[in-house]
Structure formats: C-alpha cells, structure tokens
C-alpha cells in the first residue's frame, strides 16, 4: 500500500500549486491541443448545433470561455444521451470532456467520456465506475460487477435515455455490456422531472455512439486485446470494430455506424473458509477427552472453494441518421447482445459437527481453546465419512435485442423529441451440481486461525490421504439440478415539447409524456438431491479426474490445497449414463432435465402513464441563481399471474385425505406517485458555483417480490397460515437533499466538495399478519409476505480534485491528478410491533447500519500525457463494511475488511491512426477478508488474479 504521509503530501502540493493563475501560454496550448484533437476525430468540424436561441446559463458559460482563452469540448445530455464534442482523444482531452459536460448539467453528475474511440479509461464500465467519488462495487468472477451510488444499490441503468434490464431485474448488468459501445458514462445523484422514474437511488446512463457523432466521410476504429489473469494463467481475447459513415447529399446528412465487439473472460479465483461459530449441539457429537467443555464455540465445517468458469460475450449495435437540414434529426438504431457462459466452481466442504451420510460424525480431539477459554483455536478430526469434494456446472446464455425510432426538431423557438423504443432479454439457464466421495475415511487437522498466514484464515491438513491420486477417488455419490427462464419485453414510447420564452426570469418551460409496458414469463424447476448413489468413477468413461487447479497465491496456509475433481465437462458427458442407471429408481430421471413447478413461475406485466412539467428560471439575489423546478406524475399499474397452491383436507368416503389443488390468481395494483425536484445553481463568479437539489424518488421493487404466488395451508383449519409475494407492494421513496460547491479553474481544473442526506421510507421486509382469504372466510390466516416496513437515512460528503498542471513549466505540465473521497454516515431502522397492535405507527424502531457500505471510499489517480504517449496509474480504497449485524450472537456480526485496488496503463499513439497500450490491473494481488466479529473468527479468505493486457487499437 503506498505511504499515506507520501500520498497526504503530493495532495497537499497539487492543492498549493493549482492555486496559481494559469498563464497566457498554458491556455493557448491547451487551446492548440483541443482543436487539432477535433480536428483529427471530427473532419475540422465542431459538434452539430443547431440554431436556437441561447438560454442565460449557456450565454454565462460561453462568456466565461471567451474571456479565458480555452477551447473547450461542448458536452451536455438534452434528450437522453451526451451531444457535442462526444468524441475525444487522450487523457487531457478526455478530463476536459466530462469536466464541461458536468459544469453544462442541471443535476449534480458525474461524468466519464472515453479517451478514444472504443477505450474507457478502464476495461469495463463498473471498473471505470469505480473512480467516481460515491461509487461502491463489488468485483467477482474476474471483473467489476454490481455498482452502488452512495452506499445504496438499486441503481437504474439507461442507454441513451431509456431504461435497459436483465431479464427479470429493473436493472442490468453494467459488465455484460462492452465498454467499447460506450462513449460515455453519466451518474446521476439527481434528477430532474424530465429524466425517467424508477431508482431510490440513482441513474447510470450510458451514450453509445451515432454515426454523426465523427467526421464527415468514413471512420473505421478496430481494437484487439490480449488479458492475461495469473490465476488462470490463459490469455482472454477481445475483439472489437467500428465503421461508420456520413455524408451530405441532395436531402440532407445522411449516416449508417456499425460498432461490435467479442469478448472472451476465463477466470480462476479461490477461497479458504470457516463457517460460523456455534455451540455443538449435537450429543451424538465425540470430543477427546471427554472432560471437554461442551460449551465451546466452533465452525460447523471449513473448506475450499474456487469460483471458477469463462463467459463469452458478443455486442453489436447498428444506427442509421437523417438530417435534412439543421432542424430536424431522425435516428433508427437496433442492438444485439449475446452472452453464454459456465460457471464451474469447485467446492470441497469438511464437516466437523455433522455427517454427510448416515455415518458416525466424526472424533474431535487435540482441541486448543483461545484465550477467552471457549473459542476453539484447532483441532483434529477423525472422520467416519468418506467425504469429498463437489463441483458446479452452471450453463447460462442470455440475449438482449433492442431497438429504437426517434426523431428530433430544433429551431429558435422550440425543441421537440420523441421516440419508440423496444427491448427485449431473454435468460435461460440450467443447474447441475454433483459431488464425489474419497475410498476411505480421511483424518486432518484443522487450524481456524492461522496466524502465519498474512490473511489468517483457515489451514487443513490431511494426514491419511493423498488428494492428488486418483486412486483415492471411488464414486459419484450425488447430484442435483434446476433449471429455469425469464423472457421480458418492454414497449416504451416517450414524447418531450422544450418551449422557449422571451422572458428573463424563465428560459424554457419543458413538458412530456412517457408510456411504458413490460410483460414477464418466469418458469423453475428443481429436483434433488439425489444421495448415496455409489456409482463408481471407473464405471464412467467420459468422467475425467483433473486437478481443482492452484491458486491461494501468496498464502502459507493453502499452499497445499488442491484436490482432484471431474472437469469442467464431465458432469455433463456422463450425465445420460448416470440417469440410465437411476431411473429405475427414480423415474422422474427419464427426462434429461427436470420440469418447470407451476407454482415457481408467473407471468403478466407492468407498466407506467407518466408526465412531466417543469421550468427552468434565472433569477438574482445578490448572486445569479439559475434551475429548474417542476414535478413528474406517474401512474404504475401492476397485473402479474401467478400459483395459489391450496392444502388441506376433504372428505372422501369418510376420511380426511390430504388435497392439493393448484389455481391462478392474477390481482391488479395501481398506484399514483408524484414526485417534485427543485434545483438550484447560484453563481458566486463565473467559475465558484453552489448546486442545491431537493429531488423526491420512487423505487419499485423487484417483480419476484410482487410476484403474486402464494402457498395457503388449511390442513389446520382453526390456524391456516401461508406465505408468498404482495402485489401491492408499494414503492421506496427518497427524500433527497443535496448540495455541491464547484469550482473550475484552469483549462482542465475541477475542485468540488458534496454533502447530502437521503431519508428512506418502506424498505421491504418479511411480516405475518392475519388476512381473510376466500377459502377461509371465518378464520382469519396468518399470512406472511413482504411489506414496506423500515426506514433509512444516508448522510455523507464527498471530494473531488481533478487537473492537469498546466502551469507548470517543462515536462511538470505533462502531470495531472485526480483525487476524490467519499464518507457515508448510514443507519436503517425496522419496527418492532407491540404484542397488542399490528399498526406501524405504534411500533419500536431498532436502528442499525446499512449494510455492506463501506464508511470511507478514496480514489488516489496520476496522470502523464506528452507526445502521444499517456500514462494513469489509479489507486481505490473502500474500508471496512458490515455484511450482517446479531445484537444476540457475538460471532453473527460479519465484517468485510478494507478493499483495495492498484491498476496502471500506458497508451502510446505511434500516429495518429495508432494505439499501442499496456494495462494491469489489481497489481499488488489484493483480495477480500472477512471475519466473524473478530479476526480471532475468519469467515472467507478470498484471493484475485492480476490482470495484464496488451492491446492495439487503429483508427482511421
């Protein structure tokens, strides 16, 4: 980790320095440098404005420009995706980009823009992500994945303006998408009213490119890229192409843009774990010797685990432009993506209290206690059960279709868009996880902690077996399998009027209307587990013993641990031989897969009316105050169909005979939901301005949790119970009250300082209450479905310091820094009833921290850029969070410890057609560790690969 003192004073200069005034000179160059940028990507040409009449903010912005000299890229979002100046090229340029499109937008955003065609500044969106300041993700599976704004997930995705989603979800996978599509990333902590509903927290919005964003004739950009992941010691190809086209002809600019790209991700992580502790309770349980305190505290099992696979991903998007003349643009775009991929993860469970089988649990002796005199440091087991190792075979495969029709008009007095889009995802998946048992029953001994381990962690020691010969091996022993599918569809149709006035106290007044309809098919099944099978391995040809490969890099403990299991195939290959010899038995095995449970699927849809009607005004008290204040009405409507499963008895010839009897239900919801925002710019000097917002947001939950199935038990007639979803769930609201101080300076400077609170109502949550349900109209049923119960508050501030030191003279103006941190100051509350009361208004909160949020998140990044060649080397830090909280049980509190993260890269233009680049990334080989209240308790001891790839990219 770098030195803290080292990384306080390089801040503490570059925060003296940039107090400087930036010279004459500095600024013509960076002006030289912006327009021979435009001027290569751009054919000469500046973005495509259209005439109208300038509002009071942008003539302000504009002065500013004039009076200082720059050359500034004109980036802002005015109907759905970022226009202008959208393509870049280097590092300078790119901070330039998504400091301007910041300083243009109505909201507090956060902005990042591609320092090239087809290059992000890091090789998937949530990884770029993760340099903003409020931006929290988890990484898994060899990448950057699920992304948190300010502590809070949920976050809706778009793409140009409209929402996108994975299959069942209101949002989608962020890595599932190329980062090369993208152009640039939007993270909106407000909204304003014209922007779509449906997120607590935020709105990530992503800009894919359009054939007239280039210049004028032909563009074609190609990409190729080798990623090397230690772990699993292979090369990851990716692929990637662009070829656009426009020209003006007789009716006007015409445009066509073909952008796709392949991409191959193997991966190979690994894990050492404890279960929790607990007090055996088990009497069958043997301890050595017998005087033994029963009371001790101790894992019920430890083991291995190795998330392990590949997944092989295809994008391509097609967009077609006319614009007949300044006035009008009409855009028809589609995409396609293609994902398939295996996760065959191995995992190798040991018990200690129990028995996999119907055999004896195994002898417990040797046991050293921990200082406290209960918490068990080590011991040895001798086991009774030949147990032994399992592995996955996951198969997954989904696609996303979607397409769009828009057409555009501006002139003087007016602003008119609108357009139709439609997506579909489409995910179907199957299960199938076995496991394999040793020849003999194994003794090891077992160290919870090792303390010579760096990470600590568990360390198991097998004494009386060889884990790597394949003659220790003797059966598959057992199985299970699902498989499953979700099918969404989504029609969305939205119109949008910006009028311009004469007045001087409101620029524009800007008005809309959004239709949007989403239909579901959902199908599960499962079967298993099927046990005690005894097949032996010798008896299958296609099975194939191979090594559960090593990784544990750096640890002592692991060294040794590595075991033998079928690949990743083998399950498959010999599953029709194992079924022939089973279905016998079980005859339900003569279908390769097992059937869909009515009652786990539903189908239906949902949808949403939506207008808006907002203002955006200009006014002065002792400072120039512009923003926009309006208000989004939007009526959601709910009519999912789904399984009511009925048990009970009935008479038949006079004896109770237990029936089960499945039937639909299909209830509707509706909800109306008004959502105001005021924002606020006040201009202290041209380049010191305060944004204030107060926006009110709604969030829907997940469809699994409306979904409408319910399982009614009436076998006890004078207490029926049942559970299942709530149809009439309502939404998560947020109250949001924020603020942002922000100051530009110098061509490429931005120092800005947040603070927000965000209140929370109805967080979902699991409760029993009684409901009198038709087939029990006298006795009323204890029903137990999600409701929105609990409450939060997020409060925090953020920093941010971005430039290039331009002012510096020599080599030093080459440098620049971005520095950014981050403190969330979270807690959540859930009612506790009273014994005499069911309403919420009578209820006990008990308040406790929001979980899995990291407290301090910084971000440390460097920059070189000098002829051609561009140098970032990006530092993340998240600390410690809490993944679960048990005021009863000391070892149910679990923590995750600080998270860290070193990536660098090196890009070289050899021309101006001409990439070469070198990237690394998680360079110091940093995992996870997580502990069960105290590091004397490890939980998962979680190891990553280092990442290096070499790429090249061409354009021309």
Same mark, same amino acid.
């Given at each position: 980790?770098?030195?803290?003192?080292?990384?306080?004073?390089?801040?503490?200069?570059?925060?003296?320095?940039?107090?400087?005034?930036?010279?004459?000179?500095?600024?013509?160059?960076?002006?030289?440098?912006?327009?021979?940028?435009?001027?290569?990507?751009?054919?000469?040409?500046?973005?495509?404005?259209?005439?109208?009449?300038?509002?009071?903010?942008?003539?302000?912005?504009?002065?500013?420009?004039?009076?200082?000299?720059?050359?500034?890229?004109?980036?802002?979002?005015?109907?759905?995706?970022?226009?202008?100046?959208?393509?870049?090229?280097?590092?300078?340029?790119?901070?330039?980009?998504?400091?301007?499109?910041?300083?243009?937008?109505?909201?507090?955003?956060?902005?990042?823009?591609?320092?090239?065609?087809?290059?992000?500044?890091?090789?998937?969106?949530?990884?770029?992500?993760?340099?903003?300041?409020?931006?929290?993700?988890?990484?898994?599976?060899?990448?950057?994945?699920?992304?948190?704004?300010?502590?809070?997930?949920?976050?809706?995705?778009?793409?140009?303006?409209?929402?996108?989603?994975?299959?069942?979800?209101?949002?989608?996978?962020?890595?599932?998408?190329?980062?090369?599509?993208?152009?640039?990333?939007?993270?909106?902590?407000?909204?304003?009213?014209?922007?779509?509903?449906?997120?607590?927290?935020?709105?990530?919005?992503?800009?894919?490119?359009?054939?007239?964003?280039?210049?004028?004739?032909?563009?074609?950009?190609?990409?190729?890229?080798?990623?090397?992941?230690?772990?699993?010691?292979?090369?990851?190809?990716?692929?990637?192409?662009?070829?656009?086209?426009?020209?003006?002809?007789?009716?006007?600019?015409?445009?066509?843009?073909?952008?796709?790209?392949?991409?191959?991700?193997?991966?190979?992580?690994?894990?050492?774990?404890?279960?929790?502790?607990?007090?055996?309770?088990?009497?069958?349980?043997?301890?050595?010797?017998?005087?033994?305190?029963?009371?001790?505290?101790?894992?019920?099992?430890?083991?291995?685990?190795?998330?392990?696979?590949?997944?092989?991903?295809?994008?391509?998007?097609?967009?077609?432009?006319?614009?007949?003349?300044?006035?009008?643009?009409?855009?028809?775009?589609?995409?396609?993506?293609?994902?398939?991929?295996?996760?065959?993860?191995?995992?190798?469970?040991?018990?200690?209290?129990?028995?996999?089988?119907?055999?004896?649990?195994?002898?417990?002796?040797?046991?050293?206690?921990?200082?406290?005199?209960?918490?068990?440091?080590?011991?040895?087991?001798?086991?009774?059960?030949?147990?032994?190792?399992?592995?996955?075979?996951?198969?997954?495969?989904?696609?996303?279709?979607?397409?769009?029709?828009?057409?555009?008009?501006?002139?003087?007095?007016?602003?008119?868009?609108?357009?139709?889009?439609?997506?579909?995802?489409?995910?179907?998946?199957?299960?199938?996880?076995?496991?394999?048992?040793?020849?003999?029953?194994?003794?090891?001994?077992?160290?919870?902690?090792?303390?010579?381990?760096?990470?600590?962690?568990?360390?198991?020691?097998?004494?009386?077996?060889?884990?790597?010969?394949?003659?220790?091996?003797?059966?598959?022993?057992?199985?299970?399998? /699902? *498989?499953? #599918?979700?099918? $969404?569809?989504?029609?969305?149709?939205?119109?949008? &009027?910006?009028?311009?006035? @004469? =007045?001087?106290?409101?620029?524009?007044?800007?008005?809309?209307?959004?239709?949007?309809?989403?239909?579901?098919?959902?199908?599960?099944?499962?079967?298993?587990?099927?046990?005690?099978?005894?097949?032996?391995?010798?008896?299958?040809?296609?099975?194939?013993?191979?090594?559960? /490969? *090593?990784? #544990?890099?750096? $640890?002592?403990?692991?060294?040794?641990?590595?075991? &033998?299991?079928?690949?990743? @195939? =083998?399950?498959?290959?010999?599953?029709?031989?194992?079924?022939?010899?089973?279905?016998?038995?079980?005859?339900?095995?003569?279908?390769?897969?097992?059937?869909?449970?009515?009652?786990?699927?539903?189908?239906?849809?949902?949808?949403?009316?939506?207008?808006?009607?907002?203002?955006?005004?200009?006014?002065?008290?002792?400072?120039?105050?512009?923003?926009?204040?309006?208000?989004?009405?939007?009526?959601?409507?709910?009519?999912?169909?789904?399984?009511?499963?009925?048990?009970?008895?009935?008479?038949?010839?006079?004896?109770?005979?237990?029936?089960?009897?499945?039937?639909?239900?299909?209830?509707?919801?509706?909800?109306?939901?008004?959502?105001?925002?005021?924002?606020?710019?006040?201009?202290?000097?041209?380049?010191?301005?305060?944004?204030?917002?107060?926006?009110?947001?709604?969030?829907?939950?997940?469809?699994?949790?409306?979904?409408?199935?319910?399982?009614?038990?009436?076998?006890?007639?004078?207490?029926?119970?049942?559970?299942?979803?709530?149809?009439?769930?309502?939404?998560?609201?947020?109250?949001?009250?924020?603020?942002?101080?922000?100051?530009?300076?110098?061509?490429?400077?931005?120092?800005?300082?947040?603070?927000?609170?965000?209140?929370?109502?109805?967080?979902?949550?699991?409760?029993?209450?009684?409901?009198?349900?038709?087939?029990?109209?006298?006795?009323?049923?204890?029903?137990?479905?999600?409701?929105?119960?609990?409450?939060?508050?997020?409060?925090?501030?953020?920093?941010?310091?971005?430039?290039?030191?331009?002012?510096?003279?020599?080599?030093?103006?080459?440098?620049?820094?971005?520095?950014?941190?981050?403190?969330?100051?979270?807690?959540?509350?859930?009612?506790?009833?009273?014994?005499?009361?069911?309403?919420?208004?009578?209820?006990?909160?008990?308040?406790?921290?929001?979980?899995?949020?990291?407290?301090?998140?910084?971000?440390?990044?460097?920059?070189?850029?000098?002829?051609?060649?561009?140098?970032?080397?990006?530092?993340?830090?998240?600390?410690?969070?809490?993944?679960?909280?048990?005021?009863?049980?000391?070892?149910?509190?679990?923590?995750?410890?600080?998270?860290?993260?070193?990536?660098?890269?090196?890009?070289?233009?050899?021309?101006?057609?001409?990439?070469?680049?070198?990237?690394?990334?998680?360079?110091?080989?940093?995992?996870?560790?997580?502990?069960?209240?105290?590091?004397?308790?490890?939980?998962?001891?979680?190891?990553?690969?280092?990442?290096?790839?070499?790429?090249?990219?061409?354009?021309?």
């Amino acid at each position: 980790m770098p030195s803290i003192r080292g990384l306080a004073s390089g801040v503490a200069v570059a925060a003296i320095i940039i107090a400087f005034p930036v010279d004459d000179a500095a600024a013509q160059q960076e002006k030289d440098a912006t327009e021979k940028a435009q001027k290569v990507l751009t054919g000469g040409k500046s973005s495509q404005s259209r005439p109208r009449k300038r509002t009071k903010r942008e003539e302000r912005l504009a002065k500013d420009a004039a009076k200082s000299r720059e050359s500034q890229p004109q980036l802002s979002n005015d109907n759905g995706r970022l226009e202008g100046d959208i393509i870049v090229m280097g590092l300078r340029e790119n901070v330039k980009s998504a400091r301007n499109a910041k300083r243009r937008a109505s909201q507090i955003v956060d902005v990042v823009v591609a320092q090239d065609i087809g290059k992000l500044p890091d090789k998937n969106i949530p990884e770029a992500l993760a340099r903003i300041p409020g931006i929290q993700i988890e990484r898994n599976r060899g990448e950057g994945g699920d992304v948190k704004i300010r502590g809070l997930g949920g976050v809706m995705t778009t793409v140009n303006g409209s929402p996108t989603f994975s299959a069942g979800d209101r949002t989608t996978y962020l890595n599932d998408i190329s980062s090369d599509m993208v152009a640039g990333i939007e993270v909106y902590k407000t909204r304003t009213p014209d922007q779509v509903e449906g997120s607590q927290t935020g709105v990530i919005n992503l800009t894919l490119r359009r054939p007239t964003d280039f210049k004028e004739g032909a563009t074609y950009a190609f990409s190729v890229r080798g990623d090397y992941a230690d772990q699993i010691k292979k090369v990851n190809p990716y692929f990637s192409a662009l070829v656009a086209y426009n020209a003006d002809t007789a009716i006007g600019r015409l445009g066509f843009s073909v952008n796709g790209s392949i991409n191959d991700v193997r991966y190979n992580e690994s894990v050492r774990w404890n279960s929790r502790p607990h007090i055996p309770g088990d009497s069958r349980l043997t301890f050595l010797p017998s005087t033994t305190p029963r009371n001790i505290y101790m894992p019920w099992a430890i083991g291995f685990s190795g998330p392990n696979g590949w997944s092989k991903r295809a994008d391509v998007n097609v967009s077609t432009q006319w614009r007949p003349d300044d006035r009008w643009a009409i855009t028809l775009e589609g995409g396609y993506r293609k994902q398939r991929m295996l996760w065959a993860d191995n995992q190798f469970d040991i018990p200690l209290t129990y028995s996999t089988t119907s055999a004896p649990l195994p002898v417990l002796s040797n046991i050293v206690l921990g200082s406290d005199g209960r918490l068990v440091k080590s011991l040895s087991a001798t086991s009774l059960d030949p147990m032994g190792p399992g592995r996955q075979s996951f198969q997954h495969e989904s696609t996303n279709y979607n397409g769009r029709f828009q057409v555009d008009f501006k002139n003087e007095r007016f602003e008119f868009n609108s357009w139709i889009n439609w997506a579909r995802a489409e995910n179907d998946s199957n299960h199938l996880f076995h496991w394999i048992r040793f020849n003999q029953q194994p003794d090891y001994d077992v160290i919870f902690n090792d303390t010579t381990d760096p990470l600590g962690g568990s360390n198991v020691t097998f004494k009386n077996i060889n884990l790597l010969d394949p003659k220790n091996y003797l059966y598959i022993d057992g199985f299970d399998q /699902s *498989k499953q #599918f979700t099918y $969404s569809s989504e029609i969305e149709a939205k119109w949008d &009027l910006k009028l311009y006035t @004469d =007045s001087s106290l409101i620029d524009y007044f800007k008005t809309g209307f959004r239709y949007a309809n989403r239909t579901y098919s959902r199908g599960y099944g499962f079967r298993g587990a099927y046990a005690n099978l005894r097949i032996p391995i010798s008896s299958l040809p296609n099975y194939k013993l191979v090594s559960s /490969s *090593k990784g #544990f890099q750096g $640890s002592k403990s692991a060294s040794n641990a590595e075991w &033998l299991i079928g690949d990743s @195939d =083998s399950i498959r290959n010999s599953f029709d031989d194992i079924r022939a010899r089973l279905v016998g038995i079980y005859p339900e095995l003569a279908n390769r897969y097992p059937d869909y449970n009515p009652l786990d699927g539903f189908g239906g849809s949902d949808g949403s009316y939506a207008a808006y009607v907002m203002a955006h005004y200009n006014i002065k008290l002792l400072f120039p105050i512009d923003g926009v204040v309006g208000a989004r009405f939007v009526n959601s409507l709910t009519n999912l169909t789904a399984i009511q499963r009925t048990s009970q008895f009935v008479n038949v010839n006079n004896q109770l005979v237990e029936q089960t009897v499945d039937s639909t239900i299909s209830p509707k919801a509706n909800f109306l939901d008004v959502m105001p925002s005021v924002n606020a710019i006040i201009h202290f000097t041209p380049k010191l301005q305060l944004r204030t917002a107060w926006t009110y947001e709604v969030g829907r939950p997940s469809v699994y949790q409306i979904n409408p199935r319910l399982t009614l038990d009436l076998r006890n007639r004078s207490g029926p119970t049942a559970g299942g979803g709530n149809p009439r769930l309502g939404p998560i609201t947020t109250n949001k009250y924020d603020a942002s101080l922000e100051w530009y300076f110098g061509p490429t400077g931005l120092a800005s300082i947040a603070i927000w609170q965000w209140n929370q109502d109805g967080l979902i949550g699991d409760r029993q209450l009684p409901e009198i349900l038709p087939e029990s109209p006298n006795v009323p049923v204890l029903v137990t479905r999600p409701y929105n119960l609990g409450r939060g508050r997020h409060r925090g501030i953020e920093g941010n310091l971005t430039t290039f030191f331009s002012f510096l003279p020599g080599i030093l103006k080459s440098f620049g820094v971005q520095v950014n941190g981050t403190m969330n100051l979270t807690r959540q509350a859930y009612p506790v009833f009273k014994p005499d009361s069911t309403l919420i208004s009578e209820a006990e909160f008990i308040y406790g921290p929001y979980l899995n949020v990291s407290k301090y998140m910084y971000n440390l990044v460097g920059f070189f850029e000098k002829d051609g060649l561009n140098v970032r080397v990006a530092y993340n830090w998240q600390s410690r969070r809490q993944w679960w909280v048990d005021a009863n049980d000391p070892y149910n509190n679990v923590f995750l410890d600080p998270v860290r993260r070193l990536d660098a890269s090196i890009n070289y233009d050899v021309n101006k057609n001409l990439t070469l680049a070198l990237e690394g990334s998680n360079l110091t080989a940093d995992g996870n560790r997580s502990y069960f209240g105290s590091y004397a308790a490890p939980q998962d001891v979680r190891y990553f690969s280092r990442n290096f790839s070499f790429s090249v990219r061409t354009r021309f």
